[in-house]
Structures are given as structure tokens and as C-alpha cells.
């Protein structure tokens, strides 16, 4: 679940409770699949992560991907970003 739909100011909240995420890489790419942001994640679950992207990306759809470490999606959504 992402909180602060649209996202505004680069910044929202991932909350997907029970996942597993030590090792996990967030992903955020644009509409043409390029890299905007990247983390590392570190801990054992992920609750109510607040997440800060950089660089501010133009205006538009994004899709975040959280991978484990073996590059396995674990969770695909996508964000409109103000």
C-alpha cells in the first residue's frame, strides 16, 4: 500500500506488512523504464517505510518495484507523482 496518492514532494509512505525485506532493493522507474531512485532496505519486515526520492523527477506515472535479493519481484505498483 502507498500512502499520499498522488505522491507530492518526492515523498510517500510504502507500507507492505509481512513482506520480508532484509537485502531487498526499492526500485522507482519512469513510463520509459528508466531508474529514478534506488534503496537499499534494510531490517526484517516493512511497515510504513517513508520513502524520499531524489533528484526530482519530472511530473508523472512511476512504477515502484520492491526486488529481493535474488532480483524476484516482490511488489509491483504504480504511483502518480505530482
Same mark, same amino acid.
Given at each position: 500500500? #502507498?500512502?499520499?496518492?498522488?505522491v507530492r514532494?518526492?515523498?510517500? #509512505?510504502? =507500507? %507492505?506488512?509481512?513482506? &520480508? #525485506? %532484509?537485502?531487498? @532493493?526499492?526500485e #522507482?522507474? =519512469? %513510463?520509459?523504464?528508466?531508474?529514478?531512485?534506488?534503496? *537499499?532496505?534494510?531490517?526484517?519486515? +516493512?511497515?510504513? +517505510? &517513508? *520513502?524520499?526520492i531524489?533528484g526530482? &523527477?519530472?511530473?508523472?506515472?512511476?512504477?515502484?518495484? +520492491?526486488? =529481493? /535479493?535474488?532480483?524476484?519481484?516482490l511488489?509491483? /505498483?504504480?504511483? @502518480?507523482?505530482e
Amino acid at each position: 500500500m #502507498i500512502f499520499k496518492r498522488p505522491v507530492r514532494n518526492q515523498q510517500f #509512505i510504502l =507500507d %507492505a506488512s509481512g513482506l &520480508p #525485506i %532484509a537485502g531487498c @532493493l526499492l526500485e #522507482i522507474t =519512469d %513510463a520509459g523504464g528508466h531508474r529514478v531512485f534506488q534503496q *537499499v532496505l534494510q531490517g526484517s519486515r +516493512l511497515s510504513h +517505510l &517513508p *520513502v524520499s526520492i531524489q533528484g526530482r &523527477p519530472p511530473a508523472g506515472v512511476y512504477t515502484i518495484r +520492491l526486488l =529481493d /535479493k535474488n532480483g524476484t519481484g516482490l511488489l509491483v /505498483k504504480n504511483i @502518480l507523482l505530482e
